[in-house]
């Protein structure tokens, strides 16, 4: 399919799909899609493990996207009345892949993780929780992670760094 479009760059295809397992994989079993797309499958896999793995050390993933810009990884652990206490924000990337400056700051800033949580906000103003993770943000106690995943010669491979912001 990509053959037939316009804007098809098989070697770059070739290229990425040498360097890295996962887009290989995902090349192999969805030909139709184009890079974009399988770009989008990848980093939906990383979403997914990065997922799995912070709840099954006991955070409660809550929505953080709004439509498909967003704080990938958004977590909360509560106490017994189910008040929010603690917040881990993460954002997820695959290979060299890095965090972005953006309009509002760079991907993980408190400047950017304010944006997004006031973005949150706006959609569902009447969402306790988002307002109290809000709270816990804006005061500055809470934790920011780069989950990076990449896949080497059929091993999983997994970096979490903290993510410090002035």
């Known amino acids: 399919r990509c053959l037939k479009e316009p804007k098809c760059e098989p070697l770059l295809c070739a290229d990425i799909a040498r360097r890295s397992d996962l887009h ?7 030909p139709s899609n184009n890079l974009g797309q399988v770009n989008q499958a990848v980093g939906d896999i990383s ?3 990065m997922v799995r793995h912070f709840e099954s ?10 439509g498909r810009s967003g704080i990938d990884g958004l977590f909360v652990k509560s106490n017994a ?5 603690e917040v881990l924000a993460v954002e997820s990337k695959y290979n060299s892949s890095s965090l972005q400056h953006t309009n509002h700051g760079q991907q993980m800033s408190r400047e950017w993780m304010e944006k997004k949580l006031q973005n949150l906000r706006e959609r569902q103003p009447e969402e306790v929780t988002y307002r109290r993770v809000e709270e816990v943000v804006n005061a500055g106690y809470y934790r920011a992670r780069l989950w990076t995943m990449r ?15 002035a």
């Open 47 to 49: 979403e997914k493990v």
């Open 81 to 85: 009345e189910g008040v929010v206490r």
């Open 151 to 165: 896949v080497d010669y059929g091993e999983l491979r997994i970096d979490l760094l903290r993510v410090r912001s």
């Open 24 to 30: 290989r994989e995902v090349m192999l079993r969805r």
């Open 57 to 66: 050390t006991g955070w409660t993933q809550i929505t953080g996207q709004v």
